[in-house]
């Protein structure tokens, strides 16, 4: 029943920007914590930002990226700037009732975006 769309993945040149958003369905989007996963080849799993209580990032996007959401519209967003060939993974929108930086305690997930970011 429950829903997490992404888009706005793409090929940008490194310093380049991109904004990715999630739109979620089939739960209390307001009281939800929501997040942003990513996964380049061969590696794992790694968070990148969330927006609950607080708003956390992680350290690697700190500065650079910021996590938005518009609850009316079910949706968040990642504002990406300053990129780098370093991001280049597929993106992850996930979702849970509590705060967690580990991707292991989140149930639902979306599909996921690709970012392709050039030197």
């Known amino acids: 029943q429950v829903q997490l769309v992404e888009s706005g993945g793409g090929l940008v040149q490194a310093g380049g920007s991109l904004r990715l958003s999630c739109t979620a369905s089939?739960?209390?989007?307001?009281?939800?914590?929501m997040a942003w996963f990513r996964q380049a080849p061969g590696m794992e799993r790694e968070f990148v930002s969330s927006s609950g209580n607080n708003i956390y990032y992680g350290d690697s996007v700190k500065g650079r990226f910021t996590i938005s959401r518009d609850n009316a519209k079910n949706t968040v967003y990642l504002q990406m700037n300053s990129l780098k060939p370093e991001d280049t993974a597929v993106y992850y929108c996930?979702?849970?009732?509590?705060?967690?930086?580990?991707?292991?305690?989140?149930?639902?997930w979306g599909q996921g975006t690709q970012v392709t970011v050039s030197s």
């Open positions: 089939g739960l209390t989007f307001s009281t939800s914590v």
């Open positions: 996930a979702a849970e009732r509590y705060y967690y930086t580990d991707w292991r305690n989140y149930r639902y």
